[in-house]
């Protein structure tokens, strides 16, 4: 059998690729940094949409920047953080999202601003894309654990 048609084998190939000539015991110390600065990179997320859904619903068409997230992550300190600080913060921001998201009439969700990359986006798309960005991240975190576990 080929390795392009085993998954098994791309899945290693694809592992062994990432780590390259890295020292593979130097990266798996850094593994808990990154998750917590993963966890930072969820809280970002929530707070650029608080921000731009209040905009949506406050302005007529306002401008919604972007942001580069790896530069979020690195001058916010994530790597030194209290992970169970930044899941309170999290919590309390999401509450924050949905308890608005309630409260908004279904008309006003319809309203939109315009993303500096993305071009026009609604109310309603920009809450349903964060509930995406939440679920790439946790099938990311499933994968890992399974590949972690050694389950296909």
């Known amino acids: 059998m080929s390795d ?3 998954p098994g084998r791309a899945y290693q190939a694809q592992l062994l690729a990432l780590v390259g000539d890295d020292d593979p015991a130097e990266i798996q110390l850094r593994t808990p940094v990154s998750l917590v600065e ?35 992550v690195r001058v916010s300190g994530y790597a030194e ?10 919590e309390a921001v999401q509450r924050a999202n949905l308890d608005l998201w309630r409260r908004t009439p279904a008309a006003d969700r319809a309203r939109f601003g315009l993303h500096a990359e993305r071009g026009p986006e609604s109310y309603e798309l920009t809450f349903k894309l964060l509930a995406g960005h939440d679920l790439l991240h946790l099938e990311q975190a499933r994968q890992t654990i399974d590949a972690v576990k050694g389950q296909p």
């Open 81 to 90: 953080a209290d992970p169970a600080q930044l899941i309170d913060l999290f």
């Open 38 to 72: 993963l966890l930072g990179h969820l809280v970002d997320a929530e707070l650029v949409s608080f921000t731009r859904l209040r905009w949506i619903l406050a302005q007529d068409q306002p401008p919604l920047p972007g942001y580069e997230q790896d530069d979020w």
């Open 4 to 6: 392009e048609l085993d």
